[in-house]
């Protein structure tokens, strides 16, 4: 699930909000309920200035406008990249050849106070010396926002089909590609005084999980058991301190229904956690977003020892000149599992990036990171499993014409796990360590 990092879970890397009139939708991600959602640039009276981000920028100065149809703006995408990757199933001896097609089609309303919009997007990737790993991901989203006077109420939808990959992290057992299909229906409501917000958020989402397909017979895994319904409340308030500073506070709870699994723990949970933190981005120069707190997990069926365990997201972002931009961003917290033999997983991220303006129309970014997830596993008696991962990136964006972008991307991951599962594969390895290295080059389209 990477499309950037994609992975499953029950949370939500991109989490529907409210926007302003130029509303933009997309499907969320079934990755995990980061704490930089509690962070909306896009709320009017809280948005520091940015616009010395060198990535910022390069969406700034070469913003597609659209086209304009009566009283809404279509915008359509397109994109075809050609590379190379090794271990695409997290083993020697899976390299191939890649090819990465996609398309996409936003419309949204033009108009002066409330907002609608919808978007679909197909992304289909190949392996030519290895069909068997080849998958189509597809989503849809729709949605809308009132703007009542000082206050907002959006509400939105969004299903998508996505697979999960044997290199992301915490994919234990994992080989082929494991489809799976997220339902997310959530609503936002935007109380806002003077200085003072109070946003109360509720969603539900709903994923089910197929079968991986495969030409090795113990390559193909069946993860239904890791469907599930999942019924959050967010509570969030913002105190503006200053003109671009604010104070944040949130509350959260939600609870979850697996499928049962036979002989094994229920992951069926109730969840509450608490956080607060900064949200600096008045300076030019410097900008920080902190936020700290702890999340609690009881397991309602099938028993088990809870779960509690200090949850927190920073990003610092330092912008010494306008050809510089350095950031720095780590998380760690409570996931729900990504692999049947998991019930449920402890993650820490952190990456350093850098994104430099080479030329007008020329920019570089590259980083590099570390992850590591604990796993508690779903049989009982049995040992957690951890897994580390490095990686480096570094990549070249050309606007070649204002609709046109040539890109050339290298990553490299290094992956190690203690008490891995055992043969995911009919040749005798496990999940346990490998190295993938992947180079793209790639034309997009955007209008």
């Known amino acids: 699930m990477n499309e950037d990092n994609g992975r499953i879970g029950c949370f939500f890397n991109t989490l529907?909000?409210?926007?302003?009139?130029?509303?933009?939708?997309?499907?969320?991600?079934a990755r995990a309920q980061l704490a930089q959602q509690y962070f909306p640039t896009e709320l009017p009276g809280y948005s520091g200035d940015a616009t010395g981000n060198v990535s910022l920028r390069e969406i700034v100065q070469h913003k597609h406008t659209g086209i304009p149809v009566g009283a809404y703006i279509l915008k359509p995408t397109a994109s075809q990249q050609i590379g190379y990757r090794t271990s695409i199933l997290g083993v020697p001896h899976t390299s191939s050849a890649s090819l990465i097609t996609s398309a996409g089609l936003g419309v949204n309303s033009n108009w002066s106070r409330h907002a609608v919009g919808a978007s679909m997007l197909v992304t289909n990737q190949a392996?030519?010396?290895?069909?068997?790993?080849?998958?189509?991901?597809?989503?849809?989203a729709a949605g809308g926002m009132l703007n009542l006077r000082r206050d907002t109420l959006s509400l939105g939808y969004s299903h998508s089909l996505k697979h999960l990959s044997a290199t992301d992290l915490g994919n234990f057992g994992v080989g082929y590609p494991v489809p799976y299909s997220t339902d997310d229906v959530r609503m936002s409501y935007h109380k806002n005084w003077t200085r003072f917000a109070l946003i109360p958020t509720a969603s539900y989402d709903n994923f089910s999980f197929g079968q991986s397909q495969g030409a090795l017979p113990a390559a193909s895994r069946n993860m239904s058991a890791l469907s599930h319904q999942l019924e959050m409340q967010v509570l969030q308030g913002r105190f503006e301190i200053s003109r671009g500073n604010a104070l944040v506070a949130v509350l959260r709870g939600s609870e979850a229904q697996f499928a049962p699994r036979a002989g094994q723990l229920s992951s069926d949970y109730v969840s509450g956690g608490g956080f607060v933190g900064v949200d600096l981005r008045a300076d030019p120069v410097l900008q920080y977003r902190l936020l700290a707190g702890g999340e609690t997990r009881r397991f309602t069926r099938g028993g088990g020892s809870p779960v509690t365990t200090p949850t927190a997201e920073a990003q610092v972002l330092w912008m010494p000149d306008r050809l510089n931009t350095l950031t720095f961003s780590g998380q760690r917290g409570l996931f729900d599992p990504t692999s049947a033999f998991s019930r449920n997983q402890?993650?820490?991220t952190a990456q350093i990036r850098w994104d430099r303006e080479l030329r007008r129309d020329l920019f570089f970014h590259g980083s590099t990171a570390y992850a590591r997830t604990d796993s508690r596993s779903s049989i009982e008696g049995t040992r957690s499993r951890q897994q580390n991962q490095i990686n480096f990136m570094?990549?070249?964006?050309?606007?070649?014409?204002?609709?046109?972008?040539?890109?050339?991307?290298?990553?490299?991951?290094?992956?190690?796990?203690?008490?891995?599962?055992?043969?995911?594969?009919?040749?005798?390895?496990?999940?346990?360590?490998?190295?993938?290295?992947?180079?793209?080059?790639?034309?997009?389209?955007?209008?």
């Not at 529907?16 to 991600?29: D, R």
């Not at 609709?403 to 990553?411: E, I, P």
């Not at 796990?417 to 034309?443: C, D, E, Q, R, Y």
Request: hydrophobic share 40%; net charge neutral; with cysteine.
């Open 127 to 140: 392996y030519p010396s290895l069909s068997a790993a080849n998958y189509t991901d597809w989503s849809a």
């Open 346 to 348: 402890v993650m820490s």
């Open 16 to 29: 529907f909000l409210f926007m302003p009139a130029c509303m933009i939708l997309s499907a969320p991600e």
């Open 394 to 447: 570094a990549g070249l964006d050309w606007q070649f014409t204002r609709d046109v972008k040539l890109t050339l991307n290298y990553s490299h991951t290094s992956s190690y796990t203690k008490h891995g599962v055992p043969a995911i594969l009919n040749n005798g390895f496990s999940h346990a360590t490998f190295t993938n290295n992947s180079i793209t080059f790639g034309v997009a389209f955007a209008r």
